[in-house]
Every structure is written in C-alpha cells, then in structure tokens.
C-alpha cells in the first residue's frame, strides 16, 4: 500500500509536467508567449523533481520512465515548437518555419523513442528533450529581439542535437 | 541493411502520423478547425498503417511500439484536447473546458504508459487513445450544432475510458 502511495507520488509530480506542458499550449492558442515559455519552465522543474522523487524513494517504475517520456515529449517537444512557431517562425517563406518547428517535434520523439529502447544508464545519447525545451526559454523570451534566422538555426541545432550520437554525463 | 530499411519504412510512417498530429495543431492555432479534424483523421490512417506494415514485414520493433505511443499521443491526445478547447470548451466557466482539456491528456499519456508496462496482447485495456482521437473527430466537425455540456462530457467520457479497465479484443 505504501509502495502505491509512493509510485502515485513520483507519477503524480510527473502528470505535473504533462498539465505545464497543456497549459503553456493553451497559453500560446491565447497569444499570451510569455506564460506559454513560463510553464515550459514549470515543467522543466517537475522533471527534476520526479526523477529525483522515485531515485530516493527507490521507485524507478517502468511505468514511471514510460510516462515520463510521454509527458516530455508534450512539455519540451511540442510545447516549445508550437511557441516559437506562433511568435516567430510562421512567418518564413515556403512554410520553412512550420518544416523546422514539426521537424523539431519528429525529432524530439525519435531521441525518447530511442534512448527507452537503448536503455543506457550513467550518460545520455543525444541532448535531452528537457534540456532542448529549456533552451528555447530564453530564446523565447527573446524572440522579438533576436534575428528570426538565428531563431530558425536554434530549432534546427537543438533538433539535430536531439538526434545525434552525442554522449553527455548524466550527474 | 534491408531489415533496417524495413525497419525505417514502418517508423517513417509512424512519423507521418505525428507530422499529421503537430499540423493539427498548427491548423487549431490558425483558427482552421476543419483542417485541424482531418488532420487528425490522416494520422488515425498513418496509424492504422504502421501497425500493419510492421507486422506484415515481421519487424515490430521495441523502439517502433515507443515511437508509436509518443506520436499517438500528440496526434490522439493533445491534438484533439487542444482542438475542442479552441472551439468550445474555452468557453466554459471557472476554467472548467481547460481543466477537461488537460484531463483528457493526461489520461491519454496514463493509459499509454500502463499499456506500455503491462505488454498484452490479443486485447487492449482502456479505450485506444487512438479510438478516442477519431471519435472526437466528429464531435468537433459538429461542435457548433451540439449543446456545449454534450461536449463537456464528450471528453470527461473519453477520459475515463481511457483510464479505465474495460477490455477491447484487436482485430
């Protein structure tokens, strides 16, 4: 019963992440991108959290990795593409904007896919999506300020980043 | 090297189906809802392909089932959750359409990832997210003819059959 209760902990913290990400989607329909980028922050904080919850509870779940990867792929995947497509990268000619930002999501999905199956523990192979959705904060926040084509070059780095055989210690 | 070409093709068509899915949103976001619906119909296609391509070639995948569940659930999930948000259920009072909204995804992600876990086959536990998603579609091409409240429960019912243990055979 107690070993439920604490599954239900860690999976409740990381449905968290899933509800931010919802919510910075829903704030991007509304036009409001500085929330929108503010809850992809809450949820970058939710992943921390549960991650951290199930390690020191001793409850690393199957089921705990499976939703996790579900609800980042919502958080740091879609959230942020659909964001900066709505700020900025609609305006590309030739629909190169609307390409980066579904590329960026394809991506995404491929990297979590991949690294659920390969299994590894102790270091990451290709940047992670959290991290990936972070990065996009900022630029985000920036995006007015910022030259559209390097926002565009920010989308297509941290994509092929996603994909790549890059290691990175995990700590 | 054919055996990975084969491999490629039925996870190039689950990527089509999350393609479909993230256009959907973008469709939403422009206030197009009816490409938004078929959208979401052409990734029920993709999704009913991928299944078959790879079981056809003998080549189903650990990574190709995760693709599956991840593009699933933005295309069946969040897609349509953000769709009938757009047309109707902003409306409601106390935020109540976007606490539907955001129910409706995190069942989907939760009914993904116990599947996932408890690896049956021969029948699925819950309503298919897939199910879910394509019954919405009609629900949204009428979302204008039908009662708001009809909607309402529209999502909280496919919510919770998603979540719940109601046994469906595959065909």
């Given amino acids: 019963m107690l070993d439920f209760v604490n599954k239900s902990w860690a999976n409740t913290v990381t449905l968290f992440n899933i509800v931010f990400g919802s919510l910075s989607l829903v704030s991007t329909l509304h036009e409001d991108y500085q929330a929108a980028a503010i809850f992809i922050l809450l949820a970058v904080v939710m992943d921390g959290l549960d991650g951290r919850i199930a390690r020191k509870l001793g ?63 102790g270091y990451f192979v290709g940047l992670p999506i959290t991290l990936a959705g972070a990065f996009l904060v900022p630029v985000s926040w920036f995006a007015y300020d910022l030259p559209d084509y390097l926002i565009m070059a920010a989308m297509v780095f941290f ?13």
Same sequence: chains 1, 2.
């Fill in 159 to 171: 994509s092929t980043m996603m994909v790549s055989n890059l290691k990175i210690r995990k700590y």
């Fill in 59 to 121: 409850i690393i779940s199957d089921m705990g990795k499976e939703l996790d990867s579900l609800c980042d792929l919502v958080s740091f995947g879609v959230a942020p593409a659909i964001l900066l497509y709505a700020q900025v990268l609609y305006s590309f000619p030739y629909s190169l904007g609307l390409i980066a930002a579904v590329f960026y999501i394809m991506c995404g999905a491929f990297r979590l896919a991949r690294f659920n199956v390969l299994n590894i523990s």
